[in-house]
């Protein structure tokens, strides 16, 4: 990978200054060519002779924009760096910058961090001279070698890019005069060609104040700001700086699915997210029926894959293959409904530059009158060029990391498959094999032991669960309920008790345990402990963790419905119909509502 270096050469002392640095600095290989802005040509000539570079002399100013572009023009290098000469480079600059490049191929744009410069490459330190400012170098990139993160602009005063791009882009555009907004309309560009812009935050340079351009004139560069601005409106209809940082677009989508005989439910789900998505990938993992023959009817690409007990392997194949900007995963039996369909139609059409992932409802359950009983989280739609992986072998997770965007939409379940062994039979295999579980493995081995009723080994793998360091404390929350509810299935309510408790360390009362508590109370005709737990799930906040499962009746109408049937037991009528009242609210056509306000009509004094 050659790498070719141009520099902006426009005050003669600095340029000598930051061409020694370079070569003191870069230990990669480089070609550097110097575009020299003097009206001497003696002066052109002595750098080129004396420091053996390369030296493209113009004899009057030509500004930043059309400087680079004469550069870049003379330059034989796979990938540009564009630098003024007031900027001085520190050990390991160039390997930063390229690392950007090579680690996300997405990436247009990489620039440094430096001192006084606006936005999110400003260091902001205070310091008395250049060498105390050039001496804090190593300290400013201390854990920070190979670290890069998105930002919708950089400055000109250095910025790195790859030759296909910054031809494709069309370099930067000389109508910029002078300076200033050359920069800002090539990352809108980049930004609008669907690229990334990187800060290398490892990349530590330093910026050299240069003599006032134009002598006498204080407000030159003022003055510039303002004419290239006038230009940039006339270009775009917009001040483009302001529209770097609230940039939105409409991205592409593929729709990646692994699916096996999935007949029943294929036609559904494509034709919820038919007109959403660019392109459909499926993979087939052996099916029998006509999934593909669904599959194809709409267009998808379809592909098989052998399966290896493997969900991960499986998923992040399908991801593999595909090639638009974002890509969003559903199950055969998931669908959107059509409210969520626009909500996401909405969202894909102006996606902010920096979201990574969006994360949507999970709708797992419904009431027969199609409200949500319980739900979660899924990180549904994310960026191909993150690179995010699927983990585990069974029950996996998509592993992302930066910018999420949580949105108020959802994807709705609807199981059409009968309880399946499958997953079971993939841990018992495990087991059997002495494979290393991790905390998420004995999760959801144990959910899939309870799921089948093996209620003691079931309670055994939770509590090696919730004893060990690690894993999520959703899951140890949900975890401490389960054991507990298997207790209960064991006919062992003192321990089912304690169990639920114990989730209380984790986090503040969740509505869902109180109910399960109160439950318990209930089935002993304990009614005033009943009552306590059932009160508590009405006043209790719910969590502030955006991925927390939600069973919506425990934090609606149903702990109102149970203090209805306690306050009844204990002869209190009015409570009684005051809470059957409330949760006639959320829940008006459910019978027992009905039935509970016809029986206490005899015992209520208008």
Request: proline share 3%; with cysteine.
């Amino acid at each position: 990978m050659k790498i070719s270096i141009i520099v902006l050469a426009q005050h003669f002392n600095l340029t000598l200054k930051c061409v020694d640095r370079i070569k003191q600095y870069t230990s990669i290989p480089y070609e550097l060519i110097v575009v020299t802005e003097y009206d001497s040509v003696e002066v052109s000539r002595y750098i080129e002779h004396d420091y053996n570079v390369h030296v493209i002399h113009n004899r009057k100013s030509r500004g930043v924009a059309a400087a680079y572009n004469q550069g870049a023009a003379a330059s034989s290098g796979d990938r540009f760096v564009f630098m003024r000469d007031q900027i001085m480079v520190n050990e390991g600059w160039l390997e930063q910058l390229s690392g950007c490049l090579d680690q996300h191929p997405n990436a247009s744009i990489v620039g440094p961090m430096m001192n006084d410069v606006s936005g999110a490459q400003g260091i902001p330190i205070v310091y008395q001279n250049y060498e105390h400012l050039y001496q804090m170098g190593d300290l400013l990139a201390i854990g920070k070698s190979m670290t890069w993160t998105r930002t919708p602009r950089l400055v000109s005063l250095l910025m790195m890019m790859p030759r296909h791009f910054f031809e494709k882009a069309g370099g930067f555009d000389e109508r910029f005069e002078v300076e200033s907004y050359e920069d800002d309309d090539l990352c809108y560009r980049a930004l609008s060609m669907n690229s990334d812009i990187y800060i290398a935050e490892g990349c530590i340079v330093f910026r050299v104040q240069p003599p006032h351009a134009v002598l006498g004139d204080p407000d030159w560069y003022n003055n510039r700001l303002t004419l290239n601005r006038a230009v940039a409106i006339s270009k775009w209809g917009f001040d483009v700086t302001k529209a770097l940082y609230s940039y939105k677009r409409k991205v592409t989508v593929s729709l990646c699915m692994i699916v096996k005989n999935e007949e029943k439910t294929l036609d559904r789900c494509l034709s919820s997210v038919r007109g959403l998505v660019d392109e459909i990938v499926i993979v087939d993992t052996g099916s029998e029926d006509a999934t593909k023959e669904i599959a194809a009817s709409y267009g998808s690409q379809v592909y098989d894959f052998e399966w290896v007990n493997d969900f991960s392997k499986a998923r992040n194949h399908a991801f593999s293959l595909a090639t638009q900007e974002y890509i969003l995963w559903m199950d055969a039996d998931d669908y959107l409904l059509p409210e969520d369909a626009a909500a996401l139609q909405s969202i894909i059409s102006e996606l902010s530059w920096d979201i990574d992932a969006v994360s949507m409802h999970y709708y797992l359950d419904h009431d027969l009158h199609g409200r949500v009983t319980a739900s979660l989280r899924r990180n549904r739609l994310v960026k191909r060029s993150c690179g995010f992986r699927w983990v585990g072998f069974v029950h996996e997770y998509l592993d992302v990391a930066g910018t999420v965007l949580y949105a108020e939409t959802g994807v709705t379940h609807d199981r059409k498959h009968t309880q399946s062994t499958r997953n079971l039979l993939i841990y018992e295999d495990m087991k059997e094999a002495k494979a290393v579980f991790s905390p998420r493995d004995l999760f959801y081995f144990s959910n899939e032991l309870y799921d089948h009723g093996q209620w003691e080994r079931a309670i055994e793998q939770y509590d090696t669960f919730i004893a060990s360091p690690d894993g999520w404390v959703e899951d140890k929350i949900l975890a401490s309920r389960r054991a507990g509810e298997a207790y209960a299935q064991l006919g062992r309510l003192q321990e089912a008790r304690h169990k639920v408790l114990q989730g209380f360390a984790y986090a503040l009362p969740r509505a869902e345990s109180c109910c399960q508590l109160g439950y318990y109370e209930l089935s002993e005709q304990r009614l005033e402990n009943a009552v306590f737990w059932y009160k508590l799930a009405t006043e209790v906040a719910k969590p502030i963790e955006p991925n927390a499962r939600l069973d919506i009746p425990s934090w609606t109408w149903l702990p109102h419905l149970q203090l209805c049937v306690c306050y009844d037991r204990l002869g209190l009528y009015e409570q009684a119909h005051y809470h059957n009242e409330i949760a006639g609210g959320y829940v008006p056509d459910n019978p027992s509502v009905t039935a509970n306000r016809n029986y206490l009509q005899q015992y209520l004094i208008y």
